[in-house]
């Protein structure tokens, strides 16, 4: 069983920066895809990252987004810079011991353990 706790959320305005945080229990968490995704309201819920064997990357992030691991504090990290509006959402982390292809990865189905997810408001 994984437990995953996001945190870092909050309100900032265009072009600013927050640092999501999800914080994994268990001790094989770096064996697991981590993945994060985003929902906004009306919308479907979103790939935004994910690391494993490779690091992904949604296009709508790229370049602004970096995903990043420390597996000796069972931590995944996702650094947002020149925020936009669009990236207003709720942020969850996602978690997987299974293999998986990059395809895959981009895929929320293919994650067994969620977080709560965390709110991340961006103004204009």
């Known amino acids: 069983q994984v437990q995953l706790v996001e945190s870092g959320g909050g309100l900032v305005q265009a072009g600013g920066s927050l640092r999501l945080s999800c914080a994994a229990s268990?001790?094989?968490?770096?064996?697991?895809?981590m993945g994060w995704f985003r929902q906004s309201p009306g919308k479907e819920r979103e790939f935004v990252a994910a690391?494993?064997?490779?690091?992904i990357y949604a296009d709508s992030v790229k370049g602004r987004f970096t995903i990043s691991r420390d597996n000796a504090k069972n931590t995944v990290y996702l650094q947002m810079n020149s925020l936009k509006p669009e990236d207003t959402a709720v942020y969850y982390c996602?978690?997987?011991?299974?293999?998986?292809?990059?395809?895959?990865?981009?895929?929320?189905?293919?994650?067994?353990?969620w977080g709560q997810g965390t709110q991340v408001t961006v103004s204009s």
């Open positions: 996602a978690a997987d011991g299974s293999p998986m292809t990059i395809s895959t990865m981009r895929e929320d189905r293919s994650y067994y353990y």
């Open positions: 268990g001790r094989t968490f770096s064996t697991y895809t």
């Open positions: 690391s494993d064997w490779t690091t």
